[in-house]
């Protein structure tokens, strides 16, 4: 079966400009969770949509948002870009949204801010 | 509130040598444990994982216990293979992360031929 499909793989951007990365996830999965991965920083939860709900959300400002559709694909759109933005962002599906019952990851979108 | 400290890397082995990588976790339930694993230029994938005290998660020859009484869960491998080197992250879940991923800093394992 398809994995989990993040569109773009690589992103660059000028600070202050809006951006927004898409995630599909396994067919018949119905949570997305998205984390950013930075070198500082490391990985760190964004948010979690299951079945078009946000349902949790990380320590991020308001900037970073999201949204599910009726067929499961997710988008995080960041707001007014800044340098410390720049990172690997991943998403992950599941059927149930709990990492125990399994996570699938996609390869990530590689978002650079100039 | 929870976290996850593994040891710094890089860690540089020989192939064939046997390889621990440690793990410890401050939790005030009784989290899930995964070890995922990142090679060069991809995306996370899941190694193993362990739901409560004593399981052992095992897979592709890596093992790791859960150990409540130490609140540990260290990465273990008695042969490494160069196709091993990759950044291996220790994880937790529990209700009081929401169930979702709390993350260790990523331990860089560098296998020499």
């Known amino acids: 079966k398809a994995g989990v499909t993040q569109t773009p793989r690589y992103l660059i951007k000028t600070r202050g400009q809006q951006v927004t990365l898409s995630c599909s996830p396994i067919?018949?999965?119905?949570?997305v969770s998205w984390y950013q991965q930075t070198p500082g920083q490391g990985l760190q939860f964004l948010f979690e949509y299951f079945s078009e709900t946000q349902r949790n959300k990380g320590n991020f400002p308001g900037r970073f948002s999201g949204r599910q559709f009726s067929n499961s694909r997710s988008e995080m759109n960041v707001s007014t870009l800044e340098l410390g933005d720049s990172a690997l962002y991943l998403c992950?599906?599941?059927?149930?949204?709990?990492?125990?019952?399994?996570?699938?990851f996609g390869s990530g979108t590689r978002l650079t801010v100039v | 509130g929870n976290s996850v400290t593994q040891m710094e890397g890089p860690v540089t082995l020989s192939e064939e040598a046997f390889l621990t990588i440690n793990c410890t976790y401050t939790a005030t339930g009784y989290p899930s444990l995964f070890w995922y694993v990142q090679y060069p230029g991809e995306g996370l994938q899941l190694l193993l994982k362990a739901t409560k005290a004593d399981d052992k998660g095992s897979n592709k020859g890596f093992e790791a216990t859960y150990r409540k009484e130490t609140t540990s869960f260290h990465l273990e491998k008695g042969s490494v293979q160069v196709s091993d080197s990759a950044v291996y992250f220790c994880?937790?879940?529990?209700?009081?992360?929401?169930?979702?991923?709390?993350w260790g800093a990523g331990t860089k394992l560098i296998i020499k031929p």
């Open positions: 067919s018949g999965h119905r949570s």
């Open positions: 994880a937790l879940s529990d209700r009081d992360s929401n169930y979702q991923l709390i």
């Open positions: 992950a599906s599941s059927l149930s949204g709990a990492p125990s019952y399994g996570y699938t």
